[in-house]
């Protein structure tokens, strides 16, 4: 080894030890002679200090940039008491240096590494290598392996075998979009790059391994934002002779053992079960974010003779009108509540209406807000009531179809939470959401999977899948954290007939079922066993844990939110002679 420590290894009691470090120069002080380097590695900062007797170390001392990468031999000593540097762990020493060598001379870096100097993301992500200096980077990527290594251990320990699956797949229909890969050695043919292991997992249960999983590079050509990345993680799960508990209950255990982990805390067991029902009802969505309440509430049967007439048109065209109450909410000025209405014509409410609950003896009344003049008699205070707004409240209602009503008020429910202070950064709200619909409308009028086509509907309700599809629930289960969705999963079809019955009620006849999925039919032909599973995002999950605000933050080589990669330049053009030998012609 070139080093003897590490820079953040050394302590009061090395005190008179002989020394070798290793790292990057992270700072550089002239102080009336003496020269002081701060030397940076992964595992922390150790001050070394070059003695003004030695003319030509003190010369190469003063001569070195930051980020130059250097070896320094010396002695550890302790610092004057008044010198000390009570915030670092080696703060109390410095190692006097008597010798110092240049492993590496750094041109001066394109972005500040030093934590809190800050860079622009485009300037960071093209300079990443430089970026992932920074110990707060470092930090992130340490907890993900913590997070990483808490769930194989516990896998492990539950006999699960760790199995990997191809990358190189078939192009299957239904679930998100492929990216493809040309095959050199049949011209016109094209492997998809796996979405998921998903037929393959249910392949390994057919294969008798009982109990499987992995953490798995799954690729979608999708539309990124926030929490979603074209590559990312998965934690993949099947288990044989199971059923929705089995899972939940495995998966569970896991996370709970990884918040150990993570923040020595204990996770309250089991977590809640919200049907999806419930969750589009009381939350606009189904993965609520569960750390404040704001519970939303139908008002529309208030309503039907409402003198307010947006209310009472919604109501008679079929529509809804719900509301929800924040707490002390009558406070808000009247840019902040018109920016809340900002928040649902984004969502696509076409207005948001509000209505103040005043504190007794307010010059204005008890209930003030646009639509209040339209209203007789009771009505402001019967549809405050259904919202459970009390005195200095403000109510806040969508009248609209539902989809858009349950879309625009989950998106008011999280602005006027932020707008009044009640996210709790430290909670981990986590439930399972559950009772999906089997199938849903689209665009054409026909029916697809919600989750995807090996999804066990349920078997008491079976025989709608030929008569009332819309009715048929789930056997579907999804892991909710802090409002974002970390999993999903659910009992798989395993018998062929009922596969094939959720083919014909989804548009794939007997034909394309065998020319897509001939190995997955004879597969479960051929005794497969009750079996289901989840597959959990590995990204998501320690953004949530670690409490970061983006998924790019806890990748070591994320994407922009256009798909490119800055630091590589990818994607980028191939030459005619690559193109010419996977006969594929570009168009002009």
């Not at 492990?156 to 699956?165: K, L, S």
């Not at 209405?341 to 010059?363: D, F, I, Q, Y």
Request: aromatic letters at 6%.
């Amino acid at each position: 080894m070139l080093r003897t420590h590490t820079c953040g290894e050394l302590r009061g009691s090395d005190a008179g030890t002989a020394t070798t470090l290793c790292g990057w120069v992270a700072s550089r002080r002239d102080h009336g002679g003496i020269v002081f380097l701060d030397l940076r590695d992964r595992y922390g900062i150790t001050q070394v200090s070059v003695p003004s007797g030695n003319g030509d170390l003190s010369a190469l001392a003063l001569g070195l940039g930051p980020e130059t990468v250097v070896r320094v031999r010396g002695t550890v000593r302790l610092r004057p008491g008044g010198m000390r540097n009570e915030k670092r762990p080696t703060g109390e020493v410095e190692v006097e240096a008597s010798s110092l060598e240049v492993l590496n001379p750094a041109r001066p870096p394109a972005i500040p590494v030093a934590d809190g100097e800050s860079a622009s993301d485009e300037v960071r992500l093209r300079h990443r290598y430089l970026d992932l200096r920074r110990p707060s980077c470092q930090r992130v990527l340490e907890g993900r392996h913590r997070i990483l290594s808490a769930v194989r251990r516990f896998f492990d320990g539950e006999g699960f075998v760790d199995v990997e699956t191809p990358a190189l797949v078939r192009w299957t229909p239904g679930g998100a979009r492929n990216y493809v890969v040309p095959s050199r050695v049949h011209p016109g043919s094209f492997y998809a790059l796996a979405e998921s292991p998903q037929l393959f997992k249910q392949l390994l249960m057919v294969a008798g391994l009982d109990r499987y999983y992995q953490v798995v590079r799954c690729f979608r050509d999708e539309d990124l934002r926030l929490d979603r990345q074209p590559e990312f993680s998965q934690v993949d799960v099947e288990m044989s002779f199971v059923e929705e508990e089995d899972v939940m209950g495995a998966v569970e255990r896991m996370l709970a053992a990884v918040v150990k982990e993570v923040d020595g805390r204990d996770l309250p067991l089991p977590l809640r079960r919200i049907p999806y029902s419930e969750a589009m009802l009381r939350y606009g969505c189904d993965k609520p974010d569960l750390r404040f309440g704001l519970p939303i509430s139908d008002v529309t049967d208030l309503v039907r003779e409402s003198g307010f007439t947006v209310f009472r048109a919604a109501a008679a065209a079929g529509g809804v009108v719900r509301g929800l109450s924040v707490p002390g909410g009558a406070s808000l000025s009247r840019k902040e509540i018109d920016g809340l209405e900002k928040v649902a014509r984004e969502a696509g409410a076409k207005g948001l209406a509000w209505m103040k609950r005043e504190e007794p003896g307010s010059p204005e009344g008890e209930f003030r807000g646009p639509f209040v003049k339209f209203l007789a008699g009771g009505e402001a205070a019967a549809i405050a009531d259904g919202v459970g707004a009390a005195r200095g409240d403000l109510s806040l209602f969508v009248a609209a179809d539902e989809e858009s009503a349950c879309a625009a008020l989950a998106a008011v429910r999280g602005a006027a939470a932020r707008a009044k202070g009640l996210l709790d950064g430290t909670a981990l709200a986590c439930c399972w959401v559950v009772d999906f619909p089997l199938l849903e409308r689209t665009e054409g009028g026909g029916w697809a999977a919600r989750h995807h086509a090996f999804t066990s509907p349920r078997p008491d309700q079976l025989e709608l899948l030929e008569t009332d599809p819309g009715r048929v629930l789930a056997r579907a289960y999804d892991l909710v954290i802090n409002g974002f969705e970390i999993g999903g999963g659910s009992i798989r079809t395993h018998r062929t007939d009922v596969q094939e019955r959720v083919f014909r009620a989804i548009g794939i006849g007997p034909g394309e079922a065998r020319e897509k999925f001939t190995f997955l039919l004879e597969a479960l032909a051929s005794g497969a066993p009750p079996h289901g599973g989840i597959a959990l995002g590995v990204d998501r999950l320690v953004m949530v844990l670690l409490r970061l605000p983006n998924i790019r933050d806890v990748i070591a080589f994320p994407k922009t939110t256009s798909a490119q990669d800055l630091m590589t330049g990818a994607p980028s053009p191939v030459s005619p002679s690559q193109l010419r030998e996977l006969r594929i012609r570009p168009e002009a």
